[in-house]
């Protein structure tokens, strides 16, 4: 019989939550347990829809993991940062401007923050294809992969899957429809992501003004969070002002990206987010983040659908012509190997900045 005993694994004790008074985004709790029935998908897609609609985030809770098994995940998390060495994680480093996406390691001071004060960021992550087998994985980690496995099966379809399956009630279409462009066994980029903010000098928050990450969209369709402790993320809220998100014990913060919006023309817009210095009773602590990023399979062409019946009657706000539409894989790649690394020009709008991808505006927010 295999064995029962988890690998050992050093626990990540987590920071406390803040007690600064902060303005906090008011947004929305569902309920994820309710999924599995037609009577409660049925309650929940109104819910997710005006949530989705009104700020593009909404927490979700009863989401099928335990608290413990929500710990385990982040203790895990820390390994590839406080355990494989420097000369290991060089090996393990993805090639990301070549081939357009994020598996392995992707180092500190990658990314332009700011491009006029020259401020790169401050961040490392370890990016897990679906596919937990098809690359590598350092060998300090590779006891833990069978969990990671396991992690990213529950985000794929124990949670990512009920999302679009209420996502496409709320449009009136059938409830696989959006379910049948997000395969498991699909080529595609779908993955989990460790991620890990490290403090910056004062000087750098100075010139900076504390933006850690720049206003963006996520490329994908369906992004999940694992809600942390340490602030940071901040949500564009209706209005232009950016605002706070709480922290919720074992809940998960969940957005819509880009290929969402694509989808759905504009219906569900891909949420402006970005992330700054912690707050100030937070300042001491790195940030530890565990992502699973949903995206198509790549071979699937970002058309919005026609049929709904709801789009039909909101209409359609295409970001290009329906014979120009970029496939998944296309998109991926492009926004991908441009993030952080291309020079930005101002955009029309104030303290916007715009890139073209595919013949499409794409704008960062500072």
């Not at 992690?151 to 209420?166: D, K, T």
């Not at 019946?309 to 296309?330: K, S, W, Y």
Request: with cysteine; proline share 7%.
């Amino acid at each position: 019989m295999p064995s029962l005993t988890l690998p050992e694994c050093e626990r990540y004790i987590q920071p406390p939550a803040t007690k600064e008074d902060l303005e906090f985004a008011d947004l929305a709790i569902i309920d994820l347990s309710k999924a599995h029935t037609p009577e409660g998908r049925a309650e929940l897609y109104p819910q997710l829809r005006d949530a989705l609609r009104t700020y593009g985030f909404v927490y979700a809770i009863n989401h099928g993991y335990s608290q413990a098994q929500r710990d385990r995940i982040f203790d895990i998390a820390d390994v590839p940062f406080n355990v494989v060495p420097p000369e290991e994680m060089k090996t393990y480093t993805a090639n990301i401007e070549k081939v357009g996406y994020y598996a392995g390691f992707k180092g500190r001071q990658f990314w332009k923050v700011d491009t006029e004060n020259n401020i790169l960021d401050q961040i490392e992550h370890y990016g897990i294809n679906k596919d937990v087998t098809r690359r590598p994985h350092p060998q300090a980690l590779r006891p833990f992969i069978p969990e990671i496995d396991a992690f990213v099966r529950h985000n794929h379809f124990n949670i990512v899957h009920p999302i679009l399956r209420l996502i496409a009630l709320s449009l009136e279409l059938p409830e696989e429809t959006l379910v049948e462009k997000h395969n498991f066994d699909g080529t595609g980029e779908s993955c989990a992501r460790l991620m890990k903010y490290y403090r910056r000098s004062e000087e750098e928050e100075e010139k900076s003004k504390n933006v850690w990450l720049k206003g963006h969209t996520d490329v994908g369709s369906v992004t999940v969070l694992w809600s942390q402790p340490v602030g940071g993320l901040q949500i564009q809220a209706p209005g232009g002002r950016w605002k706070w998100v709480r922290h919720i014990e074992n809940a998960l913060v969940i957005n819509t990206g880009d290929m969402m919006g694509f989808f759905t023309g504009g219906y569900y817009k891909p949420t402006i987010h970005r992330v700054v210095q912690p707050p100030e009773d937070q300042r001491n602590y790195d940030r530890l983040g565990v992502f699973y990023f949903s995206m198509p399979d790549d071979n699937v062409r970002l058309l919005p659908y026609v049929e709904s019946p709801v789009l039909h009657r909101v209409g359609i706000q295409r970001r290009c012509p329906d014979e120009d539409a970029p496939l998944c894989m296309t998109w991926r790649k492009g926004r991908t190997t441009t993030y952080g690394r291309s020079d930005l020009k101002k955009g029309t709008e104030h303290n916007v900045e715009e890139e073209v991808i595919e013949g499409i505006v794409v704008k960062h927010y500072n």
